[in-house]
Nanobody, 120 residues
Framework: QVQLVESGGGLVQPGGSLRLSCVVS????????MGWYRQAPGKQRELVAI???????NYADSVKGRFTISRDNAKKTVYLHMNSLKSEDTAVYYC??????????????WGQGTQVGVSS
């Protein structure tokens, strides 16, 4: 069973910074894409940033230039560095990872979410 555990959320003032972490555990053969999504109250979950196993990244337009996604494959961990935070970044942030548990079986798993609040 593959598990993802996020950490690093909290409450910050506008213009502040946070770093989110997500550790993947379980019997894993390989991890492909790792990503961060967020869901604000009353809104649908949306992609924030995604990083491939090779390090290619893609960002939502709303966070480009402010957020940076990175990963440490040896630690099976993905990070989201968030700078210049705005009130509209307030949401529950979810980690997602997909890959293989063996040569024939794939997985796509979500973390439980971590709350990020931006307010003065």
């Amino acid at each position: 069973q593959v598990q993802l555990v996020e950490s690093g959320g909290g409450l910050v003032q506008p213009g502040g910074s946070l770093r989110l972490s997500c550790v993947v555990s379980g019997k894993i053969f390989s991890i492909n894409d790792m990503g961060w999504y967020r869901q604000a109250p009353g809104k649908q979950r949306e992609l924030v940033a995604i990083i491939s196993s090779g390090g290619s990244t893609n960002y939502a337009d709303s966070v480009k230039g402010r957020f940076t996604i990175s990963r440490d494959n040896a630690k099976k961990t993905v990070y989201l560095h968030m700078n210049s935070l705005k009130s509209e970044d307030t949401a529950v942030y979810y980690c997602n990872a997909d890959g293989k548990v063996n040569m024939t079986s794939v997985f796509s798993s979500w973390g439980q979410g971590t709350q990020v609040g931006v307010s003065s």
